[in-house]
């Protein structure tokens, strides 16, 4: 039943995630391709969209691997790749989404986190 949970609960991180990161970069392809003037916003919620999708993903396959207990540690598991190989890019990946979107957030553009609020909202309808 465990591993049932754990597996559920991943796909729904990576399921959000994967919304998060159509939306904000959906947006700035539909901002840019428009060639409206200012894409510094859409610009920041597509760069923290993606990093955190790669950390979304380092955390479903972590739950799914630490449920299936031993068996997940053999090389011959599927599992042990895609967790060596998620926590491989995870490291390799600078946290530059992060760092560069940090400052812009805790700006005076309040309305950045508000609209975010928003899309997720009108995503889930």
């Known amino acids: 039943?465990?591993?049932?949970?754990?597996?559920?609960?991943?796909?729904?991180?990576?399921?959000?995630?994967?919304?998060?990161?159509?939306?904000?970069?959906?947006?700035?392809?539909?901002?840019?391709?428009?060639?409206?003037?200012?894409?510094?916003?859409?610009?920041?919620?597509?760069?923290?969209?993606?990093?955190?999708?790669?950390?979304?993903?380092?955390?479903?396959?972590?739950?799914?691997?630490?449920?299936?207990?031993?068996?997940?540690?053999?090389g011959h598991n599927r599992l042990e790749r895609h967790f060596r190989d998620i926590h491989v890019a995870a490291d390799r990946s600078p946290s530059a989404g992060l760092v560069k979107t940090g400052p812009y957030v805790l700006s005076a553009r309040t309305g950045t986190v508000h609209s975010l609020a928003t899309q997720i909202v009108d995503i889930s309808r």
């Open 1 to 74: 039943m465990l591993v049932r949970t754990r597996v559920a609960e991943a796909e729904a991180i990576l399921s959000a995630a994967r919304a998060y990161v159509q939306v904000a970069v959906g947006d700035l392809w539909t901002r840019a391709s428009r060639e409206r003037g200012d894409l510094d916003a859409a610009v920041v919620q597509g760069r923290l969209s993606i990093t955190h999708a790669l950390h979304e993903a380092v955390r479903s396959v972590d739950l799914v691997f630490h449920a299936a207990g031993a068996n997940a540690v053999y």
